[in-house]
């Protein structure tokens, strides 16, 4: 039987109304494009003070670090190495020239500099650049995978050398303590959501 006019209004109602609905989703999302997934991680993602003993599963790990082999580099080169110091024994020996937060799992990140690019302008070694995305790589995905995380850039390079040998011969730019947070520490600090407005950091040329 065919539906009356009434019955064909009430109809496209509906539709309006599953339409404004849509709408309205639309609009709860902060941003216009994607799942905002991602934003959500980089908005998430906070500087851990203090990591608990728990341990990082391997299957985690895994995942971080093949986020870190999938970084860009200048050229391909590819000049980045990734350290892993997760056993009692290298934990105490890096604990002797950096605390790490107490966190179970520091992934230390350097390259051969003679194995980067070199702008031939003016000499600019990309090692630092390669390193930066990695590490930048590797701090997101702990983050997507649950876990705090700490980009450490305080530590004397020298002596990361001479308590983990396995680093020789290699520049060391940065180590990234990963794990759970100690109770009490799974809140960013008050300086954690403090950004300067984009009219001050971008310019339109």
Known sequence: ???????R????????????????EQKVTKYHFGSDAFMRILESRYSCHAFGSYPVSDAKLNMILEAGRLAPSAKNLQPTR????????????????HPSYGAPVVLIVG???EEAWVRDCDGINAAK???AIVLTHLMLTATDAGLANMWIWDFNPSKIREVLPETQNHGIYGLLAIGYPADGEGQPTELHSVRKPLEQMVITL
């Open 9 to 24: 209004l009430f109809d496209v109602e509906k539709t309006k109304d599953r339409a404004a609905f849509s709408d309205v």
């Open 129 to 131: 650049t390669d390193a």
């Open 82 to 97: 990734i350290w892993v110091v997760k056993s009692e024994e290298a934990l105490e020996r890096l604990h002797k020239v």
């Open 111 to 113: 390259c051969r500099n």
């Open 1 to 7: 039987m065919k539906k009356n006019f009434i019955s």
